[in-house]
């Protein structure tokens, strides 16, 4: 008997009669699975629970017990969950700003093309290579009222010292203080954004005779806005989600450094209310969604594409 002789140039699934573009489908749900797989379980799934959960008076000891909408109006007449909502709030309206303005000015320092220029954006980078606990570890020692660095400058000058983070009063300011060290993280991508100018536009302006104010203001901060853009978006992200400087404080002086996630791990953790933290985690999701959405709103108005110049 004779044998039928087989095409090895046509593919089983080409033999099978499938089409390019069904193929092409299910390759791309055979990559995509090991993501929507960690995505459903680690990620969506525990949202739908919590989303039940925030619904429940919930101690991880027992079973969920429905409660309605009682976590809510809990909240709504708890004072440390305004207390804490406002701390956040408040790091929010000024730290967010001052970083970015800080960052920014660095940046724009360092772009220079001078000698050694890469030693100094390296020893700028360096505190965001320190881990945070070290890092606010270190800042405590500079704000000791007694044997702290910033007071031992302060009463060299004459200005008596300053309680700082035992103070109701500077607690906060101190810790923007404290983030504006870290301001290296968002310099390196503005640096980034910097180098994406065209430098034959800031030729062709000093040419024309553009003072360097000018050329800032007309040129340089319209250029760099997406990534303005990007960098407030991320940071307002970033400031509603602080915890870490409150929680090695303690959340004191009388509250001033309990921010809302603070207030809400100890909720979870430390009084095994799962279920009214659960309901904090979606209200602090709605502020996210509401203020990120704000900022989408605003771009048009402000932020700047080279895409759009060209049409």
């Known amino acids: 008997m004779g044998t039928k002789a087989i ?88 730290d967010l700003p001052l970083g970015l303005i800080a960052s920014l000015g660095v940046a724009l320092l360092l772009n220079q093309r001078l000698r050694g220029v890469n030693v100094f954006r390296a020893i700028f980078y360096l505190p965001v290579l320190i881990p945070a606990v070290a890092n606010i570890l270190l800042w405590l020692w500079i704000f000791d009222k007694d044997a702290g660095v910033l007071n031992y400058f302060l009463k060299f000058i004459g200005i008596p010292p300053q309680p700082w983070l035992q103070s109701e009063t500077w607690a906060k300011p101190s810790l923007i203080i404290m983030n504006l060290w870290g301001a290296g993280g968002p310099m390196l991508i503005y640096l980034a954004g910097l180098k994406g100018i065209p430098v034959q536009i800031y030729e062709a302006a000093e040419i024309d005779g553009v003072s360097t104010w000018q050329r800032f203001w007309k040129i340089t901060l319209p250029l760099l806005s997406p990534t303005i853009f990007f960098q407030l978006v991320t940071g307002v992200i970033f400031e509603l ?30 009084y095994l209310r799962m279920g009214y933290a659960s309901a904090m985690a979606w209200v602090l999701f ?17 932020v700047y594409y080279e895409t759009e110049r060209r049409r």
């Open 7 to 94: 095409d090895r140039s046509v593919t089983p699934s080409q033999r099978r009669g499938l089409k390019p573009a069904t193929r092409e489908g299910i390759a791309f749900y055979i990559f995509i699975m090991p993501w929507l797989l960690g995505f459903l379980i680690f990620t969506f799934g525990p949202m739908i629970v919590s989303a039940y959960l925030s619904f429940t008076n919930y101690s991880v000891i027992g079973a969920p017990q429905w409660a309605g909408l009682a976590n809510y109006r809990e909240m709504w007449s708890s004072p440390l969950f305004w207390t804490s909502l406002n701390n956040t709030l408040f790091m929010l309206a000024f």
């Open 241 to 270: 989600q602080i915890f870490t400087q409150g929680y090695i404080l303690g959340g004191g002086p009388n509250y001033s450094t309990t921010f809302y996630v603070l207030n809400l791990f100890n909720n979870a953790f430390r």
């Open 286 to 302: 709605a502020i996210t969604l509401l203020i990120t959405l704000l900022v989408f709103r605003s771009s048009p108005y402000w």
